[in-house]
C-alpha cells in the first residue's frame, strides 16, 4: 500500500535536532526528501526539499525567519527521486498556502510542473497521502478537493505559469527595468490566464527575492533574476497596488491577498481609490471595466470628487485617465470583448492609449481556464457571430461538456448533479428579468415552464455564499470567476432572424437599466449583450450547458450545439448477455445483499448484472456499481441511487465516500457486512511505521438517527474499503 511507503516524522527544531537525525536513514544517507518547519504559536511554516538534510537545516537555524520556527517534519519514502521531491515541495507549497492554517515564509514561484516517470500514476497518490497524514497531526486542515474549488487557491502566486505567460512576463520586467514605456497592455480574452499573471507579478515584485526559486525557468533563471533586481534597485520598496474595478471581485482579491505572507488586503484597491495617492506601479486587471461617467448611479459623487482632486474634466474623462495619471507604471489587463455596458471606458480610449509611443502591447492567446481549450473559444466566437459553415460538425472534447437542454428543469437538475460532483457549478442568465427578490424575497424573478428561480440574493462574491446553488447570477457577479460546470440561460432579450441569418436584440427583454440607459445604437447594445453571452459562456472550466427561451435562437443553436440526452431510464437496464462485451461496453451491476465474501470475484458474466455507462465516463476494470438503499447518506446519495464506485487499490481515503466491508458491520440499511459512508482515521507511529489506530464511518445524512460507526483494535483485522466513491449515476 502506498501509505506504507511514505513515513513522516517529527522533531524539534533547535541545535541538537542532528542527534535525533541518527536514526533516520534517509537523513543520514543523503536520500532527497521534503520537509516542513512551523510554529504553532506563530502558525508560520515553511516547505522544502533537501538531498543534505544536515547542511539546509544547518543554514535554516541561522535564519533570521526560519531559525525562530519550534518544529521540523522530514517526510521520507524509497520512491522519492530528486524530481518527486521537487514536485511535492511545489504542491505542498500551494495547497497549504490555500488551506490558511499555515502562512508560508515561501515565496517560491519557480515550482516544478514538469513531467517525469510515474508522476500520475504513482506521486499523486504519494501526495494525497502524505496530504491526509498532514491533516491527522493537524498541519493541514481541507481536503484536496476543497481546495481545488477556493479562491485563494485558485488566485495564489504560488503557481506555475505557462510558457506563454512566463514570455509575458519577461517582457513586463523587461519594459520595467528599462523604463522605455509608461503603460503596458496585456489582452488576452477570457480564460487565459490574465488574472493569474497579475497576482504572480505583484507577489514577485512585492516578495523578498532571496526566498524565490527559478529553478523552473531553465535557462532564462540568470536573466530573470537580473531583471528582477534592476526592477527593485530601480524601486526600492515601489508602491504599488492592484486595482479591480468590479467591487463584487475586489472583495475575493482582498480575501486572498490577506491571506498571503508578504501580502494585505489594502493592496488591492477599486479605481476611485488611486485619486488619493501617486504610485510607483499600478496593475489594473479587468481594465475593460474601468468607468467612464455614464448610468453610474450612487457612485456619480464619488467619480465626480476623484475627477476634481485629479483637475480632469468629469465629463471627458474615465478610470483609465486616472490609473495612467497616478502611476509610474502602468499595466492593465485588457480584453475589449468582456465591456459588458456604456459606463465601461470605450474602445475608443484604449486604442489611443495602444497608439502612444510609450505603450507596449503584449498578448495572451492560450486557454488557461476552460479545458475546451482554443478550439471552444473559437466556436463560441463563431457560434454568437453566426460566422458557422453549415456543415461544420459539432463541437466535441473528451475534455469538455457542451450540451444544449430542451428543458431548463433539467439543467437545473443537472447542474446540481455536478455541484455534488466537483463542486462550484452554478447557473447563470442573461438579463432578460427584473430583479424584484431584492426588495420581496418571497418573489421569484425567473419563471419558465415549471421552474422558478431567483436572481443572486448577494453581490458580493456570490459564487461562493450559501444559497448560490438555488440562485441565477449574472454577469455582474460571475466576471472574472472560475466556475466547474456553468448553465447558460439565453433569455428572451436575444432572438435569431431566420431570414438575414444574425442575431437579434429585443430591447424591450433587457432589464438592466444601467446596461442600456446612453445607448447610441441598436449595434452598440448588440454588441455589449453578445460579450455578456460571450463571456459567461467561458466561465466553466469542465463544462458549459445552455438552454434557450427563444424559440428561432434555440433552433439556430440546435444546428450547433448537441443535444442533452436523458440516459437514466435506461441506465438499469441490463445489456442482453450476448451484447455484453465486459469493460468495454458495460460495467457490472453488483448487488450487495448477496456480494458477500465473493464481492468484485467475476467467474463468468452470467454470474452478474451488467450496465451501460452514461456517455461521460469511459468503462475501465477499476470501475463498478451497486445500487445504494437507505437514508444515511441522503445529503449526497439519494436513496435507491446506482453509484459508481472504482476499486480501492491503494492511497488515502481519509475524507472521501467509500464503500467498506466487514463482519463487524451491520448496516442499519443494507443489513448486510457493507456500508458505505465517509471514511476518517485516526493514526500512530511506532518503530514500524504508521498503524490505524480507529476508522470512523460518517453518515451524511439529514436525519440525525444515524450515528458514526468507529472500528478499533481487534475490529480493524478483517476491515477492507472495496470501493471509493465516484459519483451517482441513476437517482
Not at 106 to 122: P, T
Not at 290 to 307: M, Q, W
Not at 689 to 713: A, C, F, R, V
Request: aromatic residues 12%; hydrophobic residues 35%; glycine residues 6%.
Amino acid at each position: 500500500m502506498i501509505s506504507s511507503l511514505v513515513e513522516i516524522n517529527h522533531y524539534d527544531f533547535k541545535n541538537n535536532l542532528f542527534e535525533s537525525f541518527s536514526t533516520n536513514h534517509f537523513a543520514k544517507d543523503l536520500w532527497p526528501l521534503v520537509y516542513i518547519l512551523s510554529d504553532n504559536e506563530t502558525k508560520t511554516a515553511y516547505v522544502g526539499e533537501t538531498t543534505d538534510v544536515y547542511s539546509r537545516m544547518s543554514t535554516h537555524l541561522k535564519h533570521n525567519k526560519k531559525g525562530k520556527l519550534t518544529s521540523v517534519h522530514l517526510i521520507t519514502s524509497e520512491k522519492f527521486n530528486k524530481s518527486a521531491t521537487l514536485d511535492i515541495e511545489s504542491s505542498l507549497i500551494k495547497y497549504m498556502s490555500a488551506d490558511n492554517v499555515y502562512k508560508l515564509l515561501n515565496g517560491n514561484i519557480g515550482l516544478a510542473n514538469h513531467n517525469y516517470y510515474q508522476k500520475k500514476e504513482v506521486y499523486w497518490n504519494i501526495f494525497n497521502t502524505i496530504w491526509n497524514q498532514l491533516r491527522s497531526e493537524g498541519i493541514v486542515k481541507h481536503s484536496i478537493e476543497h481546495i481545488d474549488n477556493s479562491d485563494l487557491f485558485k488566485y495564489s502566486p504560488y503557481k506555475s505559469l505557462t510558457i506563454e505567460q512566463r514570455g509575458s512576463l519577461l517582457q513586463i520586467l523587461e519594459n520595467l527595468a528599462i523604463g522605455k514605456f509608461e503603460n503596458i497592455i496585456v489582452e488576452g480574452g477570457a480564460g487565459t490566464g490574465k488574472t493569474i499573471l497579475a497576482i504572480f507579478l505583484f507577489k514577485m515584485l512585492s516578495g523578498d527575492l532571496g526566498d524565490f526559486n527559478f529553478k523552473e525557468f531553465g535557462a532564462e533563471e540568470n536573466y530573470f533574476i537580473n531583471l528582477i533586481n534592476q526592477v527593485k534597485e530601480k524601486y526600492n520598496k515601489p508602491k504599488m497596488a492592484l486595482v479591480i474595478p468590479m467591487s463584487s471581485f475586489r472583495t475575493t482579491l482582498k480575501k486572498v491577498f490577506k491571506n498571503i505572507n508578504g501580502l494585505r488586503a489594502s493592496m488591492v484597491i477599486g479605481p476611485a481609490e488611486v485619486s488619493k495617492n501617486k504610485y510607483d506601479i499600478l496593475i489594473v486587471d479587468e481594465s475593460h471595466r474601468l468607468r467612464r461617467r455614464v448610468n453610474l448611479g450612487a457612485y456619480f459623487g464619488a467619480f465626480d470628487k476623484a475627477c476634481k482632486t485629479l483637475n480632469l474634466d468629469k465629463h471627458n474623462c474615465s478610470e483609465l485617465d486616472w490609473v495612467t495619471m497616478q502611476s509610474d507604471n502602468t499595466i492593465l489587463f485588457y480584453d475589449e470583448e468582456q465591456s459588458i455596458k456604456p459606463s465601461d471606458a470605450e474602445k475608443k480610449d484604449f486604442d489611443s492609449l495602444k497608439s502612444n509611443k510609450k505603450t507596449s502591447i503584449l498578448k495572451l492567446k492560450s486557454q488557461f481556464r476552460v479545458k475546451g481549450g482554443n478550439a471552444y473559444v473559437e466556436y463560441i466566437n463563431s457560434l454568437l457571430n453566426c460566422s458557422m459553415d453549415d456543415s461544420r460538425e459539432f463541437f466535441h472534447s473528451k475534455e469538455y461538456d457542451f450540451m444544449l437542454f430542451s428543458s431548463l428543469e433539467e439543467m437545473v437538475s443537472q447542474i446540481k448533479k455536478r455541484d455534488i460532483e466537483f463542486g462550484l457549478s452554478r447557473l447563470i442568465a442573461g438579463y432578460s428579468w427584473e430583479w424584484k427578490s431584492n426588495k420581496d424575497s418571497n418573489i421569484f424573478d425567473i419563471q419558465i415552464d415549471k421552474v422558478q428561480l431567483k436572481w443572486n440574493g448577494t453581490s458580493n462574491d456570490w459564487i461562493n455564499s450559501e444559497n448560490s446553488i438555488d440562485e441565477v447570477g449574472c454577469i455582474h457577479t460571475t466576471q472574472g470567476y472560475d466556475l466547474n460546470y456553468s448553465g447558460i440561460i439565453f433569455g428572451n432579450e436575444i432572438s435569431y432572424d431566420t431570414v438575414n441569418k444574425e442575431i437579434v436584440i429585443k430591447e424591450e427583454n433587457y432589464f438592466d437599466k444601467n446596461g442600456k440607459q446612453s445607448i447610441k445604437s441598436k449595434d452598440e447594445l448588440k454588441s455589449f449583450i453578445l460579450n455578456i453571452y460571450k463571456t459567461i459562456m467561458l466561465r466553466g472550466i469542465k463544462g458549459t450547458y445552455v438552454y434557450v427561451c427563444d424559440p428561432h435562437l434555440r433552433k439556430y443553436f440546435e444546428s450547433f450545439i448537441p443535444k442533452y440526452e436523458d440516459n437514466s431510464e435506461n441506465i438499469d437496464i441490463l445489456i442482453p448477455q450476448n451484447e455484453v462485451i465486459p469493460f468495454e461496453n458495460s460495467i457490472p451491476l453488483y448487488d450487495l445483499k448477496v456480494a458477500a465474501g465473493n464481492f468484485g470475484n467475476i467467474q463468468n458474466i452470467e454470474n452478474v448484472e451488467w450496465i451501460r455507462l452514461p456517455d461521460r465516463v469511459q468503462p475501465n476494470k477499476e470501475l463498478f456499481a451497486c445500487e445504494v438503499i437507505g437514508e444515511s447518506m441522503n445529503k449526497i446519495i439519494p436513496n435507491g441511487s446506482i453509484c459508481l464506485f472504482k476499486k480501492y487499490t491503494g492511497g488515502s481515503r481519509n475524507g472521501q465516500i467509500v464503500l467498506v466491508e466487514s463482519t463487524n458491520i451491520q448496516d442499519e440499511d443494507l443489513g448486510s457486512c457493507y456500508t458505505i459512508k465517509e471514511y476518517q482515521s485516526k493514526k500512530y507511529h511506532d518503530e514500524n511505521g504508521w498503524k490505524h489506530q480507529s476508522i470512523i464511518l460518517k453518515p451524511q445524512s439529514t436525519d440525525p438517527s444515524y450515528s458514526n460507526i468507529e472500528l478499533k483494535d481487534n475490529q480493524l483485522s478483517n476491515f477492507k474499503v472495496v470501493g471509493i466513491f465516484d459519483r451517482v449515476i441513476k437517482r
